[in-house]
């Protein structure tokens, strides 16, 4: 079965979402991206235990300071899947590319092209 999501989402694996930081979310929007989208295990069927619980967590500390600097909490989402989910992976990841699109683009991004241009 071949499944296809926007090619606008670039795949960044880890081992575990639990070493996904909030310094790596907030990197990634200061790098210009305009949502992250954190896929993990199913809570509960985590193979570390609680890496799934620990991402839940720090996703959404960046929304909420996202939120607070005026970029958007929306911009940021976890799910929980498992490896046979793949049609529900394509599923998420194209709402969550249309979220993105009618959130239009990082600020951060827009202010730096216009740093560029003055």
Do not use: W
């Amino acid at each position: 079965m071949r499944l296809s999501y926007p090619t606008s989402i670039k795949i960044i694996r880890v081992p575990c979402t639990g070493k996904v930081d909030i310094l790596h979310i907030m990197r990634s929007f200061e790098k210009g991206a305009d949502g992250v989208y954190v896929v993990g295990c199913r809570e509960g069927d985590c193979h570390y235990n609680s890496g799934n619980f620990r991402a839940r967590k720090r996703v959404e500390q960046a929304q909420q300071l996202l939120d607070t600097i005026g970029i958007g909490g929306h911009r940021v989402r976890m799910c929980n899947l498992s490896s046979s989910d793949g049609p529900l992976f394509v599923k998420y990841a194209q709402e969550m590319h249309e979220k993105i699109l009618e959130a239009g683009p990082n600020p951060i991004k827009l202010a730096k092209k216009k740093a560029k241009a003055a």
